[in-house]
């Protein structure tokens, strides 16, 4: 199976209230290198409690589809070129997802791609709160406010 889950928040991990800043998040990315790499940051930087990690996107469609609120992301750090389906046909079913769960969950579009189209397309997708170039570092998920 291409999912794992994590949930290992050390004390010294965690902010100042005591908590990791998000309860889970989501990593979408076909590279099982940057999937272990993000995993690992999310984890000892105190992002999140809980890490789902997907090398498909349409298994991670899958989950969200079947999943309780209570099991929803809030955040997806979701990669752009894939195969079978790409970061942008995700959110093409994504916006089919009801409601309440799209409006719960902030979707962070990872790439290294340069490319302008790229990032105009996703400016212009109301679902997409940041565009951030691979890799993922400390610096910047602790500048991330979504």
Do not use: C
């Given at each position: 199976?291409?999912?794992?889950?994590?949930?290992?928040?050390?004390?010294?991990?965690?902010?100042?209230?005591?908590?990791?800043?998000y309860h889970?998040?989501?990593?979408?990315?076909?590279?099982?290198?940057?999937?272990?790499?993000?995993?690992?940051?999310?984890?000892?930087?105190?992002?999140?409690?809980?890490?789902?990690?997907?090398?498909?996107?349409?298994?991670?469609?899958?989950?969200?589809?079947?999943?309780?609120?209570?099991?929803?992301?809030?955040?997806?750090?979701?990669?752009?070129?894939?195969?079978?389906?790409?970061?942008?046909?995700?959110?093409?079913?994504?916006?089919?997802?009801?409601?309440?769960?799209?409006?719960?969950?902030?979707?962070?579009?990872l790439s290294?791609?340069?490319?302008?189209?790229?990032?105009?397309?996703?400016?212009?997708?109301?679902?997409?709160?940041?565009?951030?170039?691979?890799?993922?570092?400390?610096q910047v998920?602790?500048?991330?406010?979504?």
């Open positions: 199976m291409s999912s794992q889950t994590l949930s290992s928040t050390t004390p010294e991990q965690k902010n100042t209230n005591g908590k990791a800043r889970t998040v989501m990593l979408i990315d076909d590279n099982s290198l940057d999937n272990f790499i993000n995993k690992k940051l999310v984890e000892s930087n105190g992002f999140a409690e809980k890490a789902h990690v997907y090398q498909e996107a349409a298994e991670a469609l899958q989950f969200l589809k079947m999943a309780s609120s209570e099991a929803w992301p809030e955040v997806i750090f979701l990669d752009i070129m894939m195969p079978h389906m790409d970061g942008f046909q995700f959110l093409d079913e994504f916006q089919k997802l009801p409601e309440e769960q799209r409006m719960s969950i902030k979707v962070i579009m290294t791609s340069e490319s302008f189209k790229d990032l105009n397309r996703a400016n212009k997708n109301p679902y997409v709160r940041k565009f951030l170039n691979k890799p993922l570092s400390a998920l602790q500048a991330i406010h979504v």
